[in-house]
């Protein structure tokens, strides 16, 4: 499975972005999904995730509040609504999907990545 990232983009402090992700050549049936963030020089963090079928949701403590996963199950798409934006949030943002119905926070239990869409928030 191939995951599409897309939805970045440039955006001042306090603006909201909508980012998707989709399989291409697959689904997501009974994966939970996960976002995931790399700011420069930074390690990657966790952001999101959130299980199938979207009964369970999990987020980083910075994110809760102003962020939102959530999933469309017919379209085969995850979402992460992100409002409130503030230069903190600045990174290259990666879907992931793992072959289990749970969430998981380690990006070390997703099995699949996608390319990543750049998310930049001026101050």
């Known amino acids: 499975v191939q995951l599409q990232a897309s939805g970045g983009g440039l955006v001042q402090a306090g603006d909201s972005l909508r980012l998707s992700c989709v399989p291409s050549?697959?689904?997501?049936?009974?994966?939970?999904v996960g976002w995931f963030r790399q700011a420069p020089g930074k390690e990657r963090e966790f952001v999101a995730a959130v299980s199938w079928p979207g009964m369970t949701t999990k987020y980083t403590d910075s994110v809760k509040g102003r962020f939102t996963i959530s999933r469309d199950n017919i379209k085969n798409t995850v979402y992460l609504q992100m409002n409130a934006l503030s230069p903190e949030d600045t990174a290259v943002y990666y879907c992931?999907?793992?072959?289990?119905?749970?969430?998981?926070?380690?990006?070390?239990?997703?099995?699949?990545w996608g390319q990543g869409t750049q998310v930049t928030v001026s101050s």
């Open positions: 050549g697959g689904s997501f049936s009974r994966y939970a």
């Open positions: 992931a999907a793992r072959r289990e119905q749970l969430v998981a926070v380690s990006g070390t239990l997703y099995h699949y």
